[in-house]
């Protein structure tokens, strides 16, 4: 899920349309303020998402382009989102 | 009794709660942002010295003789070309990551050799990274999955060269504080069983420092809506 839809579903987590088999780090998939991972270290846009992340805890392994990528940041720190 | 009013109102907080907390198939929607820091490193000259005897004392050896891996990454790029400050891909990441290394031991006497006591004296993490910022815990290896811990273990596997800097700098084997409060050395290592995590326990009296590959990285979780 992608783009406008996938903000809609991350910003109103009932809205109909959201596929509810959609993996978290493909919810949180596209660009723009509201639709990813907001306050990433490593992004001041806070925006951000992409595709693949386990379905109960563990790593959003690939937040993709616009927010917090995953992995090793300029800092030095790992950074990656999960499902509690 | 409660008011037709106070009924309704009830109820909105009710529904603005669920639409919160839940997904369309009623799942809890719940994440979390996870970051694992760098790790600190003592100039070994300084803790090398008589361990303080007072808190106060303590704490001026933590502000003075702990540098963090932006200090080292800033102060380091003058003399280290490898380094880039930015803009920066992921092999660049990789490479200052395993140059800072090198520049932490031949240039400031940083080693990952800690003296225990200071960190269970002094909030470290807090004090040299910031707020939110807090020494791993015994609880978060207990809530840390499969998943983290591949993950982790992951995002290292080719960053510092396992023949010279990485293993002693960029391991996974952790200080941490247990259940108790003590001190103690766990591993962030995967595939590792859930009761044998933690490998030291009780450290907190030792005031001479260790000389083993033993990472202080502080750790950061923020609730994601």
Redesign the interface.
Known sequence: MRGLAAIA?AS?????G?D??TP?GQEMGGAGAGGG?????ASPSGAGGGSGA?SA?????DPGAGG?R??????????????? | MRSVRGRWLALGVAAISL???????G?T??????????PLLPDVLMLYQPFPTTLDGEKALAENGVYT??QL?NECAATYPAITL?P?S?AD??T??DT?AECAHDAHNAKPYWTPKLIADVDLCGSKLGAGWRLISEDDLATF????YQ??HD??AG?GDPNTWGPLYFGLTVWLRAHDGTIGVGTLEPGVAAGQRITMRNLDAGTEALQLPIALRCIRR?D??
Do not use: H, M, W
């Open positions: 579903c109103f987590l009932t809205a109909a959201c509810s088999t978290l991972v907001a306050g990433a270290t386990p805890g563990g790593p959003v392994t917090l995953a992995g090793l940041q300029a800092n030095g720190s790992i950074a990656y989102v999960r499902n509690k | 639409a919160g907390s839940t997904r369309s198939d799942a929607f719940q994440r979390e942002q996870v970051e694992i820091s760098a891996y932006d990454l930015t920066l992921s990441i990789a200052n990551y800072v999955v499969d998943n983290d993950f982790i995002t290292l960053v923020t994601l809506p």
